[in-house]
């Protein structure tokens, strides 16, 4: 079975439609179905998905990578804390949670997957990332993920 390309999938043909969905696509597909298949396994393969894609996408600069989640609207990202050792992201008006009513546990694993994999490539240094603060998961202002930088050399983990 041949893979589908990234940059097969983004070709995007909707002179009507347009390039975007509801926000509520997507949630359905990554809070409801995934967990309705998966149960609490849900969020590990939605980390790996993520730390995959974010891999394969290439990134090789922080400011290409803040674009790119801007031109998918993933939410308002910034990076309020980057030193040697640590490197902190927030996303507010994240796209898997903003607004939902607090369900007691972090839900952003995609996305926490997403930004450990880009910075993985822009560092050459294993990454992992923690979801600390969730807006619809716990009720924070914006989901918060502290990166942990590993010393070795990447790693598909
Ligand atoms: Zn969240």
């Known amino acids: 079975m041949k893979p589908i390309e990234i940059a097969n999938v983004l070709q995007i043909h909707r002179p009507e439609e347009g390039e975007f969905v509801g926000v509520g696509l997507y949630r359905l597909l990554r809070l409801v179905a995934m967990e ?46 980057m030193t040697n050792h640590r490197i902190h992201v927030d996303v507010c008006e994240c796209v898997t ?37 969730c807006i619809g998961g716990l009720g924070h202002e914006a989901c918060g993920f502290d990166l942990e930088i590993h010393s070795g050399a990447a790693s598909c983990r």
């Not at 609490?40 to 790996?48: E, I, K, P, R």
């Open 36 to 81: 309705d298949i998966l149960g609490t396994g849900a969020s590990a393969v939605s980390y790996y998905a993520g730390k995959k894609l974010g891999k394969g996408l290439q990134i090789k600069q922080l400011d290409d990578f803040l674009a790119l989640c801007e031109q998918m609207k993933i939410g308002k990202v910034s990076v309020p804390v």
């Open 97 to 133: 949670c903003s607004g939902l009513s607090p369900v007691g546990r972090t839900l952003c694993h995609f996305e926490g997957g997403l930004i450990a994999g880009v910075v993985e490539n822009i560092l050459g240094k294993r990454v992992q990332a923690r979801e600390i603060t």
